[in-house]
């Protein structure tokens, strides 16, 4: 088997993030439209929606890419020696991109303006310490699977996790650099104000360096080949797929 060529990897971790913000902003453009002024209930719509999308995202376009739309997650692998340091800096653009993409596509199929700056104002203490504990927690899960063997059952925890994370983290756990940035272009119920997106990024850079740090202590002999299998194994090229 080859490697996936380094084009689909980079078209695939696009449209995941793309339709992973979608996601996202979309189903809290229709969380309010169905339950407007029951911010629980608008809650419970948004991470469910979020849960079990990003589990299928991860699973339609892991076997190309790993399934990463995160460059936290990205740069962790190619830390851990699972994705090279110039393909982690080539998935970073895809992301943002993709993601940005994503967040405009869900304002245009509820239609709204295409772009609509967030005014919904996240910068505090609270939020940065929770973005903190929300990605080093992504990272841990999917390391610990990664370590032991157990890749193939990615996409039902890593959703898993998001979804509870919105509930125990007062930020909603972004964890995502990438969408951190593309929320900031919906000014809806997921949406985050431009002046808190740095905050929030600073936060996933220390949480993704602390899960560096966690990683090294709980599983010492994580080898290149364990790492490579983040987010889901990806290692055959698309051309040797049969048809």
């Known amino acids: 088997m080859t490697d996936v060529t380094l084009w689909r990897r980079l078209l695939a971790e696009l449209l995941g993030s793309a339709f992973l913000t979608a996601v996202v902003v979309g189903s809290g453009i229709a969380a309010q439209n169905l339950s407007p002024g ?11 929606a979020t849960a079990a999308g990003l589990c299928t995202i991860i699973v339609m376009f892991g076997p ?12 962790v ?4 020696g699972g994705l090279r340091w110039r393909d982690a800096a080539a998935y970073l653009p895809a992301q943002v991109i993709g993601c940005s993409g994503g967040a405009v596509l869900a304002n245009l199929m509820f239609s709204r303006s295409a772009v609509s700056f967030s005014a919904k104002h996240r910068a505090s203490p609270g939020h940065f310490l929770s ?12 390391f610990a699977l990664a370590r032991t063997g157990r890749s193939r059952a990615a996409p039902a925890a890593v959703g898993a996790y998001i979804g509870a994370a ?8 972004f ?11 919906s000014d ?25 740090v966690v990683i090294r202590a709980l599983y010492p002999g994580v080898t290149m080949a364990e790492a490579a299998d983040v987010v889901v194994p990806h290692h055959r090229d698309a051309t040797a797929w049969p048809t």
Not at 68 to 75: I, K, L, R, T
Not at 77 to 80: G, L, N, V
Not at 131 to 137: C, D, F, N, S, Y
Not at 175 to 185: D, E, K, S
């Open 38 to 48: 029951s911010a629980g209930l608008e809650l419970l719509e948004n991470a469910a």
């Open 64 to 75: 190309v890419s790993g399934g990463h739309f995160n460059p936290a997650v990205s740069f």
């Open 77 to 80: 692998d190619a830390a851990f």
């Open 131 to 142: 973005e903190i504990v929300a990605t080093l927690g992504l990272i841990l899960v999917i």
């Open 166 to 173: 919105y509930f125990f983290t007062s930020s909603t756990s």
């Open 175 to 185: 964890a995502n650099p990438a969408i951190a940035v593309g929320r900031m272009f």
């Open 188 to 212: 809806t119920f997921a949406g985050i104000a431009p002046s808190s997106v740095p905050s929030f990024i600073l936060a996933e850079v220390v949480g993704s360096a602390l899960a560096v």
